[in-house]
């Protein structure tokens, strides 16, 4: 079944500047029922810092003229830190980069989700998105390693779990979605991918379809590209 958005609805992509922010930037533009896309990265003005909260307040009160939203698609996220990829093991394991990891991938995303809410609308479909990844399963968790982003990934999904539940007593029409888009091309992933990566503008495209089917259950979505539930 479809759930589609209101006609002319407003979008915001966080994250517009990386790989995949980019290309759900260009579909929605090419999206007739979309009235509008607004951008949030570091790069716009005013700017967007997943560790300044500050930046967040900044970026909600300049979006109050755009309200209300109907679509918030954070594609955020870093898995290298300050230089250092994931720990392959436990002596790889530092208190500061682990903590960076959990304030850029967990903590910021939930700060933003608390600033923009208030512009998000009521008595229609809403739906916030936000790129996860499967390594923050701790049911699907076969290999080991990877200690800060799969911690930092799972404690998203427990903060989108927990903000859903809340949203929808106000919001009983809304969707939260944990995304896990794929191993897609980009500045982030290239480090550990091969060659059959998935071109950001087909990952974008299939998770867009995919938010279109999830319906409204007052809880949250971990879900694949394809629409595929994920354990949490």
Same mark, same amino acid.
């Given at each position: 079944m479809i759930?589609?958005?209101s006609d002319r609805y407003t979008a915001l992509v966080v994250g517009s500047s990386g790989a995949l922010g980019q290309a759900f930037v260009q579909h929605l533009q090419a999206d007739k029922r979309c009235a509008r896309v607004l951008t949030l990265s +570091?790069? =716009? *003005?005013p700017a967007l810092h997943l560790e300044e909260e500050? *930046?967040? #307040? +900044?970026?909600? $009160? #300049? %979006? $109050?003229a755009q309200a209300p939203l109907q679509l918030v698609i954070d594609a955020t996220g870093a898995l290298t830190l300050d230089g250092k990829g994931p720990e392959k093991r436990l002596q790889d394991l530092d208190a500061d980069a682990a903590l960076r990891a959990l304030h850029v991938n967990a903590v910021g995303p939930a700060l933003l989700i608390k600033h923009l809410q208030p512009l998000l609308a009521r008595g229609e479909r809403v739906v916030w998105a936000k790129l996860s990844a499967r390594v923050g399963s701790i049911e699907d968790n076969h290999k !080991? !390693?990877?200690y800060s982003y799969r911690a930092a990934k799972a404690a998203l999904n427990q903060l989108l779990q927990t903000a859903a539940i809340e949203l929808a007593r106000q919001r009983p029409l809304m969707v939260v979605a944990a995304l896990q888009p794929g191993t897609v091309r980009s500045r982030l992933s290239q480090p550990f991918v091969g060659t059959d990566a998935l071109p950001p503008e087909l990952a974008a495209a299939e998770l %867009? $379809? =995919?938010l279109q089917t999830l319906p409204a259950t007052g809880r949250a979505h971990f879900v694949d590209r394809l629409g595929k539930e994920i354990p949490w």
């Open positions: 759930y589609p958005l +570091r790069h =716009t *003005s500050a *930046s967040m #307040a +900044r970026c909600a $009160q #300049a %979006l $109050q !080991g !390693g990877w %867009l $379809q =995919t």
